[in-house]
């Protein structure tokens, strides 16, 4: 899920070969309001079939934090050189690198 409009998307991501990965990609036409709103994860929740208890947002930012938290998830903040200062303590999980998720997800 993203803010970007698909466009910008597609340019973005067109060299990086990780859109195999994914079963679909929210972007700003499919929703009403941005994040931090809730509708976006609540948009991509109807999308994939799941239920908030069974899912886990991966975000790096304090917008998207406040959407998964307003949607009722659970979400882990990624920590990068832009997300350094902001408040995150409504996070549920704060890791530096994506590898920590499997220890998250697998317990």
């Given at each position: 899920?993203?803010?970007?409009k698909?466009?910008?998307?597609?340019?973005?991501?067109?060299?990086?070969?990780?859109?195999?990965?994914m079963?679909?990609?929210?972007?700003?036409?499919?929703?009403e309001?941005?994040?931090?709103?809730?509708?976006?994860?609540?948009?991509?929740?109807?999308?994939?079939?799941?239920?908030?208890?069974?899912?886990?947002?991966?975000?790096d930012?304090?917008?998207?934090?406040?959407?998964?938290?307003?949607?009722?998830?659970?979400?882990?903040?990624?920590?990068?050189?832009?997300?350094?200062?902001?408040?995150?303590?409504e996070?549920?999980?704060?890791?530096?690198?994506?590898?920590?998720?499997?220890?998250i997800?697998?317990?």
């Amino acid at each position: 899920m993203t803010t970007a409009k698909r466009a910008d998307f597609e340019l973005i991501h067109e060299k990086r070969h990780i859109r195999q990965f994914m079963d679909f990609v929210l972007v700003r036409e499919d929703y009403e309001h941005a994040k931090p709103h809730p509708e976006p994860y609540l948009t991509g929740l109807k999308r994939f079939g799941a239920t908030k208890e069974e899912t886990l947002v991966v975000e790096d930012s304090l917008r998207g934090l406040k959407s998964a938290v307003a949607a009722g998830i659970v979400c882990a903040i990624v920590r990068n050189d832009f997300t350094h200062s902001p408040d995150f303590s409504e996070a549920t999980y704060r890791i530096e690198a994506l590898i920590e998720l499997r220890d998250i997800v697998v317990g």
